[in-house]
Every structure is written in C-alpha cells, then in structure tokens.
C-alpha cells in the first residue's frame, strides 16, 4: 500500500479515517457481530452491500480484520479482529467519550461509551483481553470479567426504559 507520507496521524487516518471502517470494527468489536450477513443486516447506519465488501477487503489487506472459515456453516466466513485491531480499544473509547460530551448522542447509543469512559484504561484492558480470547484464542482472562456482557446489559436496560410508558 502506498502512503501519502510517515507521519504516525496521517498513517493511522488512511487506514482508519473512512467513516465506514470505524463503524464495521465498532459493530465487531462492541456489538459481536462476525460475519458479513450480521454487519449488513444489523448496522445501525445502513451499510450498502458494496461498501460493507469494501471496508471489509480494506481491513483485511491492512490487517485489522480476518475472515476464518466458520465451523459451523461450510460456506460462511466469521470474522476475527487481529491484535492490531483490539489495540484501538482505548481509541474507540476516546471517540465515545467525546461524541457523548459534544455531538447529541441518544441515551441507549451512548450508555457503552460512558461506561467506557468511566471504567477507564482498567476496564479497557479487561475488555481487551476478552477479545483476544473471543477472536485470538488466548486463554480466558484472569479477571473472569466480562466487559462486552457489562456493554451488552446496560444497552438492554437503556432499550427497556425507552420503551416504559412515562408516568407523568
């Protein structure tokens, strides 16, 4: 791959500055989707299929992302983050930080960024080392936490409350 230059900002964003990548490894990462068909029908932005083949050829060529064959359908291919890729963690909840701070987030979309942000470079590694043994195969971590279980429940709980009539 070519690159405009060496600067480590301008590397990172040719690789990652495409709104697209960002959402399919949050959509991996955050919300365990790992094959093409669960991306493409539970985006929450509506990747078009080109796009989505794109972004996960591009991923893949900057190895962010490995499609394996899946163990339970001969055809299908589940997707694994690489290292490289779960090395963004505290990236990914740097830029949840700030769009709940300064962009109007809604409250069931915005409840994993804050707990993110408020469990910290601690939770971060917890959730780390989930994903490496979830995508990588290492053994489970030692804390017996499980940080994407955490996200997952307080998404729910937020879903749930939107959807309790008001009693005012």
């Not at 769009?99 to 910290?120: H, N, S, W, Y």
Request: positive net charge.
């Amino acid at each position: 791959m070519d690159y405009r230059s060496g600067c480590p900002i301008n590397l990172s964003i040719e690789v990652l500055g495409d709104r697209w990548s960002i959402i399919v490894l949050r959509d991996i990462m955050f919300g365990n989707r790992r094959s093409y068909r669960d991306l493409l029908v539970n985006s929450e932005e509506g990747i078009a299929t080109n796009i989505l083949a794109a972004r996960l050829k591009h991923l893949d060529a900057t190895g962010l992302v490995e499609a394996v064959d899946d163990p339970t359908h001969k055809q299908r291919k589940r997707l694994n983050l690489t290292d490289k890729a779960i090395a963004l963690v505290p990236i990914m909840a740097q830029l949840g930080a700030w769009g709940v701070q300064f962009m109007p987030c809604t409250p069931e979309l915005a409840i994993r960024a804050k707990l993110l942000a408020d469990g910290g470079p601690a939770m971060w590694e917890d959730f780390m080392a989930e994903l490496r043994h979830i995508h990588r195969k290492t053994p489970n971590p030692a804390s017996g936490r499980s940080v994407l279980a955490e996200l997952s429940d307080a998404y729910q709980r937020e879903l749930a409350a939107l959807k309790r009539p008001s009693m005012t």
